[in-house]
């Protein structure tokens, strides 16, 4: 099924349980995680033939980030009971998703191990502030 959804609408929502996929014909939207809120940052920008909602629809789990369209797009959306349907009619679809998956597990590995060395950092920073407090302390306590 075609829409065409006008720029600067939300598609799909951070956190909404979505069991459809959707294809890019065209036009591009914006993917975030924490729209509209202080912590909102925008994650990339999809275009023609990338597709997006198949996590979800793979899963049945809540979408992992909000997509918002970037202009005017034109979307076909796959429901779930049209899925299996679907890829026997376009098996390059099955690469397709495969590649949106892995180029989204990657992304959140590198998101992974960058949130493991800051708290990494932050715990030096916090031992070496307990040293420094001990030798005050142990200091103070020699007079």
């Known amino acids: 099924m075609m ?18 996929m959707y294809m890019i014909k065209s036009g591009h939207v ?9 912590e909102e940052t ?42 299996e349907e679907y890829v026997k009619e376009n098996p390059k679809i099955a690469v397709l998703i495969m590649m949106n998956m892995a180029k989204t597990m990657y992304n959140l590995k590198f998101d992974i191990d960058l949130l493991a060395k800051e708290k990494f950092e932050e715990a030096e920073l916090l031992e070496k502030k307990l040293l420094k407090y001990n030798m005050v302390m142990n200091e103070n306590e020699g007079q």
């Open 3 to 20: 829409y065409r959804i006008p720029e600067r609408t939300v598609v799909l929502s951070e956190n909404e349980v979505n069991m459809d």
């Open 30 to 38: 914006e993917l975030y995680k924490g729209y509209k809120t202080e």
């Open 42 to 83: 925008l994650l990339g920008i999809m275009g023609k033939g990338k597709c997006f909602g198949e996590i979800g629809l793979l899963t049945g789990k809540p979408s992992i980030y909000t997509v918002v369209a970037y202009d005017d797009v034109e979307l076909i959306r796959i429901p779930i009971d049209n899925f």
